[in-house]
């Protein structure tokens, strides 16, 4: 038993040291976002207030403005995106989960994850060339069909994978009740899927809400406010870029502002999807 305890003392420190190093690891990972967290909030908090929020971007050399019209841009610009491209992605998803191994839905699965890799900017170049260049004009609508490219791949593998959970015993049943195949398929296996597939959905529109990439070929940017998807249109990405990037301070203090305003948006939309697979589960 002596013999044994050397062994044992070793394992348990190493043991110890792992849980140590796990823990220092999971730090290092948890502070270059503490430090974004701080340095936007420190920067940002003071030069958010009503006007702020309000207000168009005044001219150079004026005092105030605000970023009304990114607000009004973003919020567009993401809805018409996630109009077109949610109803799609649902559909697909489903097609994949229903046809695993045809050959069509190999083809199809390998071209989601290609688009998930091809980089925001290429995407950007893709729809300037389709759209804007044949339409002579940027637009919202534009940059809305760009988004919707990006958010394609995350809403069809959600919806894929969450189906596929699904036990075959509840579509089963559907077809035992005399129910057709689209109603099984609409109306119980897609509401068993439902949270799955909704905090899908929620995920593509935070990952599209800080692009910018793909809107400077296709919104453009606008100073006013404008609710017309055919015309260009300014969003807190957009705004963030141009205002940070240039030489004047209060156009600095306007782009801390709306980065807040933005990492706010899409931190609410991360705990709205975490809250949404906590109270609908699918119940297997």
Same mark, same amino acid.
């Given at each position: 038993m002596n013999k044994l305890n050397p062994r044992i003392k070793y394992r348990l420190g190493?043991? %110890?040291? =792992? &849980?140590?190093?796990?823990?220092?690891?999971?730090?290092? #990972?948890?502070?270059?976002?503490?430090? +974004?967290? =701080?340095?936007? +909030? %420190?920067?940002? +908090? @003071?030069? /958010?207030? $009503?006007?702020?929020? @309000?207000n168009i971007p005044k001219p150079v050399g004026e005092v105030g403005g605000g970023i009304a019209n990114a607000l009004l841009g973003s919020l567009i610009i993401v809805l018409v995106a996630a109009i077109i491209a949610i109803p799609i992605g649902i559909f697909a998803g489903i097609y994949l989960s229903e046809n695993k191994n045809s050959r069509l839905s190999y083809w199809s699965r390998l071209a989601v994850d290609i688009l998930q890799g091809v980089p925001s900017i290429v995407i950007g170049i893709v729809i300037y060339f389709w759209i804007v260049k044949?339409?002579?004009? =940027?637009?919202? #609508?534009?940059?809305?069909m760009a988004l919707a490219v990006m958010m394609l791949p995350i809403i069809i593998r959600s919806t894929e994978e969450t189906l596929k959970l699904i036990p075959f015993t509840i579509k089963e049943a559907g077809f035992a009740l005399g129910l057709p195949y689209h109603k099984v398929i609409l109306k119980v296996i897609v509401p068993c899927g439902f949270s799955g597939i909704l905090s899908g959905a929620i995920l593509s529109v935070a990952r599209i809400a800080g692009e910018t990439a793909p809107l400077l070929f296709t919104a453009f940017g606008n100073p006013y406010l404008n609710a017309n998807v055919a015309k260009p249109?300014?969003?807190?990405?957009?705004?963030? =870029?141009?205002?940070? @990037?240039?030489?004047? !301070? !209060?156009? &600095?203090?306007?782009?801390?502002?709306?980065?807040? #305003?933005?990492? #706010? $948006?899409?931190?609410?939309?991360? /705990? +709205?999807? %975490?809250?949404? @697979?906590? %109270? $609908?589960?699918?119940?297997?």
């Open positions: 190493m043991s %110890k040291l =792992f &849980h140590a190093l796990v823990i220092v690891f999971a730090f290092m #990972i948890a502070i270059p976002l503490i430090a +974004i967290l =701080f340095f936007v +909030i %420190k920067e940002g +908090i @003071t030069k /958010i207030n $009503w006007n702020f929020l @309000t044949p339409s002579g004009t =940027f637009s919202a #609508i534009s940059g809305s249109m300014q969003s807190l990405p957009l705004l963030i =870029f141009n205002y940070a @990037t240039s030489p004047y !301070e !209060e156009w &600095h203090n306007l782009a801390w502002g709306a980065s807040m #305003i933005l990492l #706010i $948006w899409i931190l609410l939309l991360n /705990i +709205i999807t %975490k809250l949404i @697979t906590q %109270k $609908w589960k699918v119940q297997l």
